[in-house]
């Protein structure tokens, strides 16, 4: 029974441990990491969190206050408001945090995008592609996927919506979507 249920945990972990080796092989620094996650148990059938923010649209760059439901499977889902998600209507969309990054600032976002494309330099002076309305940005980024860009009024709020996207991305990134990711990044370090 023991080995059972540590032969199960090794298997949801040992992707994402492989992963921060092959990271830590190709990109050095830092020193060694847990080979495990620290998993809480399951909150079935449960809310994680929920509340409204601003998100900025892709297709028109214009701001929109959406109501963000985090259920336990800790993807997001965001409805045009509150009485929608009331409403049980479908969401609008689903974003799933495997491999994302929370940012607070335009500074780290332009940061990575510097490192992550050889030979653009962006600089927080330069003229910006996207003005947020407060100046309390929150970004999800990804090496591979649609950048995701929200904004909230206050401080105080920011850094409780940081805790709660950072908690989604640890909680998503359990190996079994690391696998695809670990894939790309070995053939690109390599290329």
């Known amino acids: 029974m023991v080995m059972a249920e540590f032969g199960r945990l090794y298997e949801q972990q040992y992707a ?3 992963f921060n080796k092959v990271r830590f092989d190709m990109e050095g620094g830092g020193g060694p990491q847990s080979q495990l996650l620290q998993r809480k148990i399951p ?5 994680i969190f929920s509340g409204s923010l601003y998100q900025c649209l892709e297709e028109n760059k214009k701001w929109r206050n959406r109501f963000l439901f985090v259920p336990d499977t ?3 889902n965001y409805y045009d408001s509150k009485a929608a998600y009331d409403k049980h209507l479908p969401p609008k969309g689903t974003i799933n945090c495997a491999g994302y990054k929370v ?4 500074e780290q976002y332009l940061d990575l995008i510097s490192s992550s494309l050889p030979g653009l330099k962006a600089k927080v002076g330069s003229a910006p592609f996207l003005k947020f309305p407060y100046q309390f940005p929150l970004i999800l980024w990804h090496p591979y996927a649609r950048h995701c ?3 909230v009024e206050t401080e105080k709020e920011q850094q409780k919506w940081h805790a709660v996207l950072q908690d989604c991305v640890r909680h998503t990134n359990d190996g079994k979507n690391y696998q695809l990711i670990i894939i790309s990044y070995c053939l690109i370090k390599n290329s």
Do not use: D, G
């Open 74 to 76: 800790y993807n997001i």
């Open 103 to 106: 940012l607070t600032s335009m």
């Open 16 to 18: 994402v441990a492989l």
């Open 149 to 151: 860009y929200f904004c």
């Open 43 to 47: 909150l079935e059938n449960k809310s």
